[in-house]
């Protein structure tokens, strides 16, 4: 247990030292939210009504920016095959490194979240429900990710081939998550979404790392 | 049973069989499809709303159903493979996928011009529609990591990992999709679901449903053969090249 905070603790470092990560996705997730009313117009009705899913969207694809680097780094500079012959379990280490990428690159756009919420006339009751609704979505998107991100590590173009992997699978996220934050604007009931997206979570963190563990051992072999 | 099966996973004796399979099913294709679609355009009846349009559904309903058929089939022999390590399974899961992305393909254009007539537009954002999109490029994805490594004994595994999150992906997509499309729209395209199938039409459907299989067995075959004996091949031109 100990071990796995310890690597979770030096990614964090490493992307802190580096500084460019975080800034990096916050400010594309930022950007690609303030490109929609730019493009639909600024009509406040039509951005209230196509709020929450340019959030997700530009959360989506935020997050797909930052996850071919989630093992490539390591890669290149050997820490990854160090760190595959030593004591950690692989799919822990994977799990490690989704945590890192999770905090790293979606936690601040979390929090950024409700501010540009507020831009885009989305009422109250939605603010409050994106921000809840992203932090039980998006643990699956990291670890959805870390398995395409385990295929491609070490590949010429691995980025590009991600996405093509990756977004299908995303669907079913991007779907519950902006229908719990309509059902909140509605006034609806809200648990059943959120009750089906944490168990795409769930799902998620069983499958993510065994498959992300395969796909590592087979990419390092 | 299990070792009947490991017996088959014997290239060479699997070509043997394969070769025996293959006029048969050459056979088939043509028998089923001429009779399929003779009884399907010319003996059937026009609906009495959707008039002579209804005959694209012998061409599509089938082709949906082969799409989710072969991802079923590939996901299968992806799994065969990564469990029993066996190359004739990589293969088999290798040539369907390209099949299954044509009947994909076929599934979408077919019901896109059958919707211009009926629904006045080629394109709804229907469930069954925007499922079998994202199957497509499920489809895509499993095709081009086959592309992109060097290593083939690696692309396979890769391929096979990412065929079984797939699958496992598939029924929770599909739900998530009919749970959208409800959400976000009446139900204004339940005709589709049309009036109950009367045996006239169910038959050629069924037909039709054959010969594809038949089709797909064909097709499978010759791909399938192609990649071993290009495996062959190039075992073949290495030792040459090791002699030199």
């Excluded at chain 1, 500084?19 to 406040?44: Q, Y």
């Excluded at chain 1, 590009?160 to 299908?168: A, E, F, H």
């Excluded at chain 1, 979404?193 to 769930?202: D, F, N, R, Y």
């Excluded at chain 2, 949906?64 to 079923?72: D, E, K, R, S, V």
């Amino acid at each position: 247990m100990s071990r796995f905070f310890q690597l979770v603790r030096r990614d964090l470092m490493l992307a802190f030292r580096q500084g460019s990560t975080v800034t990096l996705s916050l400010s594309f997730f930022v950007i690609v939210v303030v490109l929609f009313p730019l493009g639909v117009g600024p009509e406040l009705s039509i951005l209230a009504r196509i709020g929450p899913g340019v959030l997700w969207v530009a959360a989506l694809l935020a997050c797909l920016l930052t996850l071919d680097r989630m093992f490539q780094a390591d890669f290149e500079d050997g820490a990854l095959d160090l760190l595959m012959i030593g004591p950690l379990p692989v799919e822990i280490l994977v799990l490690a490194k989704v945590m890192a990428h999770w905090l790293t690159s979606i936690l601040p756009l979390i929090i950024v979240a409700p501010v540009l919420a507020l831009s885009l006339n989305i009422p109250a009751e939605g603010i409050l429900t994106i921000t809840f609704v992203l932090l039980i979505g998006t643990p699956a998107l990291s670890l959805i990710g870390a398995v395409g991100a385990a295929l491609t590590v070490g590949m010429r173009r691995g980025g590009v081939l991600l996405s093509l992997l990756v977004l299908p699978l995303y669907i079913p996220v991007l779907i519950f998550g902006v229908a719990a934050v309509d059902a909140a604007i509605a006034q609806l009931a809200v648990a059943p979404h959120l009750l089906l997206l944490g168990g795409v979570s769930l799902g998620a963190l069983v499958v993510g790392p065994l498959a992300a563990a395969a796909g590592l051992r087979l990419s390092l072999s | 049973m299990a070792i009947d099966l490991h017996k088959y996973a014997n290239p060479k004796r699997f070509l043997s069989i394969i070769s025996v399979i293959y006029p048969w099913s050459v056979w088939l294709t043509v028998i089923l499809l001429i009779a399929g679609l003779y009884m399907g355009l010319f003996v059937a009846p026009p609906d009495y709303q959707q008039g002579d349009t209804v005959r694209i559904m012998f061409v599509h309903v089938p082709a949906a159903w082969m799409a989710l058929m072969i991802y079923t089939i590939m996901a299968v022999s992806s799994a065969v493979g990564l469990i029993w390590k066996h190359p004739v399974a990589d293969l088999t899961a290798k040539a369907a996928a390209p099949i299954g992305a044509a009947f994909t393909f076929l599934a979408l254009v077919t019901g896109s011009l059958w919707g211009q007539p009926m629904w006045g537009t080629f394109w709804v954002w229907d469930a069954r529609l925007t499922s079998m999109l994202i199957l497509l490029f499920l489809y895509l994805g499993y095709m081009a990591i086959w592309e992109s490594f060097d290593d083939s004994a690696k692309a396979a595994k890769a391929a096979a990992i990412l065929a079984l999150v797939g699958v496992i992906n598939i029924p929770v997509i599909r739900f998530s999709v009919d749970w959208w499309n409800t959400l976000h729209q009446p139900a204004s395209v339940a005709t589709m679901s049309g009036p109950k199938i009367h045996s006239s039409i169910l038959i050629p459907l069924l037909i039709m449903g054959l010969a594809y299989t038949a089709f797909f067995v064909m097709v499978l075959i010759i791909r399938v053969r192609t990649e071993i004996l290009q495996r062959r091949l190039r075992v073949m031109q290495i030792s040459e090249l090791r002699e030199q």
